[in-house]
Structures are given as structure tokens and as C-alpha cells.
């Protein structure tokens, strides 16, 4: 038989006895603190520490796949035995630890992550890191600058930017945030825990987040702007609105785990109102499955919508998962919103400022004042992979324009719909409808292309 104790109201220090065994001496404290430096002189990284309250919260530096180490600092004198479990390196003095890594090979990759294990490290009294501190991800990049799709001008200004996924201005464009996906949450989440950080020329970084938990992209990123202040971000349980002047986070809006979750969230700055779509999965007669969406619209979150319309998508599932995700894309002459048909294909409606209504093929990935572009799936009849289907509709056109099939997966990356095959890209040429081989405008090897859509990013090596 085990026993428990607990103690309530102790003191720093208590030594219980019990019985004939040696007196135990119980301490509290707080856990070791550890900060994590890079050692290449100059060489720009990003240390992004969890926030302990999030279970699980995550500990990650982003660097170059040049460093070499990484240096361990630690808040107590140490225990500098090496034991089996620790990382491989060495002790600099009684609180620093410089973990070797491991060679930069990239496997043509852009980025690639390890992890370094800290649980085996002791303070000479005993002390460790806490659970959320037990490992360091360490997630290594292959530096490049990240130029626009169509110009190959330089996006951004910071020297972070290389570790940056995606790159988001506000709306006046004195300021971006920049995003970096840092690991996946335990269990079958569809998310990432991400880093977000505000630039702005000649100030240091500001760390809005450096580990949160979000599933919702808008436009592929987890971020959006509202205005020039505020930003807005969500999971599929709470949608929070960031203030960059207060520096305060608040929740606009929640939900509880039997309403189901958010399925997207879109501002429509132009509107003033915010998009919602909620989702909840519901089983069919053939056991499958089903993920039901509704589509909510709100001039302010904080009071009830001013139009709701239930069951506006269903989407079927795999595995449990779901196929897609719906989009709402509000734009100046109206909005597009991706709903699905009844053999469950995405369709877009879209409906003008003056109530014109148009039904369009597939999903909607880009908009502006002149394009529109969407992909549906489509079985590659040779491999059994599913891929994309390109069709591009001109606003004041009669009919959408079915491209070619791609000779690879596509990528939309602003106005410009990009496949890629084995590390090779191609581009669309509208004026030919086809798809031709692209080196890119500066000739630099292309590392990536950007999740985001809203403004075509590749990332060029350097």
C-alpha cells in the first residue's frame, strides 16, 4: 500500500520523519529558469519561451541551420555531471551549458526541427526545469530573403525576417507582424502553436506571442489585421483581438466544447462586421461522418449577430478529419463565400455591394478589385493523389477559366498561382493559359513560397 502526504501552509523548508527511515528534507521553490542564447556573433535567432499557464506550452529558438551551438543559461549554480541523457556539448562555467548541434543538413528543406531534451539537468540543490521546460524545440532555417512573386522586390525589413513564414502588413503598411509555426499541440489537433512578433522600423521586436495555440487561417495566416492597431487571432474555442498601442489582449468571443468550434473568422474592413463560421461534427447513417457549418455575421462581437445562416456548408470527413475548411473573403464590390454543393464540392457564392450574385466553381483563395482564384479537387488518375483543379474568374466576365491541369501541387501566392513538382516551380501565364517553367525575376534558387495568400512571398536563398 502507497501513501500520499500533502502540506498545506508550509514553510521554505520542512524535514519530515517518518518512521525508522532518514529524515526527508522538502523544499519549496520555484523551478530552474533557463534562457537560451545563440553563439554565432551577430547571427540574428528568435527565442520564443512558453507561457506556463498553456498546457502544453512550448520553449523554441528558430535559427539559422549555420549555427553551430546553442548555449543553456541557467538561473542556480549547477550540477556539472554529464549523464547519458543530456545533449551533447559542454559546461562553460557553473551556469552555462553550450549544446552542439547537429550538422545543418537540410534534406531540401526550408526548415526542419529537433528538439534538445533538458530533463536531466540538476542544480547542485536539486532543482530543475519546469514540465513545460523539459524540451527545447529547435527549429532550424535555411537563410534567404523573402522578395514579392511578381517583382522579386524585398518584403520586409527586419533581419528576422528569413525565420518568418509569413509576413502580414497593416493596412497603412508602417508595421507587420511576422509568424513562425513552432510545433503541433499533443493529440489529433489540426493546429500549430505559433510565434508572433510585431516589426517596426528601428525598434526592437515586440513578442505578442511566443506560443499560442491557433487553427484559424485567414488568407493561409494566423493572423489579421483589423486596422492599424489591432489584430485579430483564433483557435477554435476563443477569437482574440490584440491591441498594439495598449500591448493588451482581450477575448472577443468564446465558445464551450458542446457548441462545437469556430471554423473561420474573417473581418471585413470594408463592412466593419465580422465573419463566423462555427462548426460541429455530427454522425451519419453510414457512420462516417459529417462536420456541419454555420455562418454567423456580426457588427460587433460582443452583441448578438445580425444574420445567421445554419447549415450553410457540410462538409464530409476522413478519418475523422475534415476534408477543407469554408472561407469568407469580403472585398470592396462584395463578398465570396466558399459553401459546398450536394455531392459536398466547395462552390463560391458571391454577392455585389448592389446585390448581384454569382455561383462560381470551387474554393476561393485570392481576390482583388479585377481577379478571382479558386481550386477544386481533382483525382490524379495515375497516382490516386488528389490535387487541384486552377480556375480563374475575372470580375464582369461571363464564365471562370478552367487552366490546364498543373504539373504539380498549387500554391496561390497573391495574384499568382504557383505549382510545384520534385523542388521545381511553375507559374501560370494568363495571357497563354499555361504553365511554364519560372526561375523567378532575380534568378536566386527559390527556398519557398509563403503560405499566406494574400500577397504572393517566395523565399529566395541567400
Given at each position: 500500500m502507497?501513501?500520499?502526504?500533502r ?6 523548508v520542512?524535514t ?13 521553490t520555484?523551478?530552474l529558469?533557463?534562457?537560451v542564447?545563440?553563439?554565432?556573433f ?8 512558453g507561457?506556463?499557464e498553456q498546457?502544453p ?11 553551430t ?17 543530456m545533449p551533447?556539448g ?6 552555462r551549458?553550450?549544446?552542439?548541434l547537429?550538422?545543418g ?21 536539486g532543482?530543475?526545469?519546469?514540465v ?7 527549429h ?7 522578395r ?6 524585398k518584403?520586409?525589413?527586419?533581419p ?18 511576422g ?9 489529433d489537433g ?8 510585431l ?7 515586440r ?8 487553427n484559424?487561417?485567414?488568407q493561409?495566416?494566423?493572423?489579421q489585421w483589423?486596422d ?5 487571432y483564433?483557435d477554435y474555442?476563443?477569437i482574440?483581438e490584440?491591441?498594439i ?24 474592413r470594408?463592412?466593419g ?8 461534427y ?6 462516417k461522418?459529417?462536420?456541419?457549418v ?10 448578438p449577430a445580425i444574420?445567421?445562416?445554419l ?6 470527413t ?5 476534408s477543407y475548411r ?15 454543393q450536394?455531392?459536398?464540392?466547395p ?7 448592389t ?7 470551387g474554393?476561393?483563395?485570392?481576390v482583388?478589385?479585377?481577379l478571382?482564384?479558386l481550386?477544386?479537387?481533382y483525382?490524379l ?9 486552377l480556375w480563374?474568374?475575372n ?7 478552367e487552366a ?6 498549387v ?20 495571357q ?6 519560372w526561375?523567378?525575376v532575380?534568378?536566386?534558387?527559390i ?5 499566406q495568400?494574400?500577397i ?7
Amino acid at each position: 500500500m502507497g501513501a500520499v502526504l500533502r502540506f498545506t501552509g508550509m514553510d521554505n523548508v520542512v524535514t519530515v520523519t517518518i518512521g525508522d527511515i532518514p529524515p526527508i528534507r522538502i523544499m519549496k521553490t520555484e523551478p530552474l529558469q533557463l534562457t537560451v542564447e545563440t553563439t554565432r556573433f551577430n547571427n540574428e535567432s528568435i527565442v520564443l519561451a512558453g507561457n506556463p499557464e498553456q498546457n502544453p506550452a512550448l520553449r523554441a529558438v528558430v535559427v539559422s541551420n549555420l549555427e553551430t551551438h546553442l548555449t543553456l543559461s541557467f538561473s542556480e549554480e549547477m550540477d556539472q555531471a554529464i549523464v547519458n541523457g543530456m545533449p551533447k556539448g559542454e559546461w562553460l562555467d557553473s551556469r552555462r551549458y553550450r549544446v552542439e548541434l547537429a550538422d545543418g543538413l537540410m534534406g531540401g528543406n526550408e526548415r526542419v526541427e529537433n528538439s534538445v531534451s533538458l530533463i536531466d539537468f540538476r542544480s547542485i540543490r536539486g532543482n530543475y526545469t519546469a514540465v513545460y521546460d523539459w524540451n527545447l524545440g529547435v527549429h532550424r532555417v535555411q537563410p534567404g530573403v523573402w522578395r514579392d512573386v511578381g517583382t522579386g522586390e524585398k518584403i520586409g525589413w527586419s533581419p528576422r525576417d528569413t525565420f518568418y513564414e509569413t509576413i502580414i502588413y497593416s493596412p497603412d503598411r508602417n508595421r507587420y507582424i511576422g509568424t513562425a509555426a513552432i510545433g503541433r499541440p499533443d493529440g489529433d489537433g489540426d493546429g500549430y502553436y505559433y510565434g508572433i512578433v510585431l516589426e517596426e522600423r528601428g525598434q526592437a521586436p515586440r513578442f505578442i506571442e511566443t506560443s499560442v495555440y491557433l487553427n484559424i487561417l485567414q488568407q493561409g495566416s494566423p493572423v489579421q489585421w483589423i486596422d492599424n492597431d489591432r489584430i485579430l487571432y483564433a483557435d477554435y474555442r476563443t477569437i482574440y483581438e490584440y491591441s498594439i498601442s495598449t500591448g493588451e489582449r482581450r477575448i472577443l468571443l468564446e465558445r464551450n466544447g458542446d457548441e462545437g468550434g469556430y471554423h473561420s473568422v474573417t473581418y471585413d474592413r470594408h463592412a466593419g462586421q465580422h465573419h463566423v463560421m462555427t462548426h460541429k461534427y455530427e454522425e451519419t447513417q453510414d457512420h462516417k461522418g459529417q462536420v456541419v457549418v454555420n455562418t454567423y455575421v456580426y457588427e460587433e462581437l460582443a452583441k448578438p449577430a445580425i444574420s445567421e445562416h445554419l447549415r450553410s456548408a457540410v462538409i464530409g470527413t476522413s478519418n475523422g478529419y475534415m476534408s477543407y475548411r469554408m472561407t469568407v473573403y469580403p472585398v470592396q464590390s462584395g463578398t465570396f463565400h466558399t459553401t459546398t454543393q450536394g455531392d459536398g464540392r466547395p462552390i463560391t457564392h458571391y454577392e455585389s455591394q448592389t446585390g448581384r450574385k454569382r455561383v462560381l466553381p470551387g474554393q476561393v483563395y485570392y481576390v482583388d478589385d479585377k481577379l478571382v482564384l479558386l481550386l477544386e479537387n481533382y483525382l490524379l488518375q495515375s497516382d490516386g493523389q488528389v490535387d487541384h483543379k486552377l480556375w480563374i474568374w475575372n470580375y464582369g466576365g461571363t464564365e471562370p477559366i478552367e487552366a490546364p491541369l498543373p504539373p504539380g501541387s498549387v500554391r496561390i501566392a497573391g495574384n499568382q498561382p504557383i505549382a510545384v513538382r520534385d523542388e521545381e516551380y511553375y507559374r501560370y501565364d494568363y495571357q497563354n493559359n499555361e504553365w511554364q517553367r519560372w526561375a523567378n525575376v532575380i534568378g536566386e534558387r527559390i527556398l519557398t513560397i509563403s503560405p499566406q495568400t494574400s500577397i504572393g512571398m517566395y523565399k529566395a536563398a541567400r
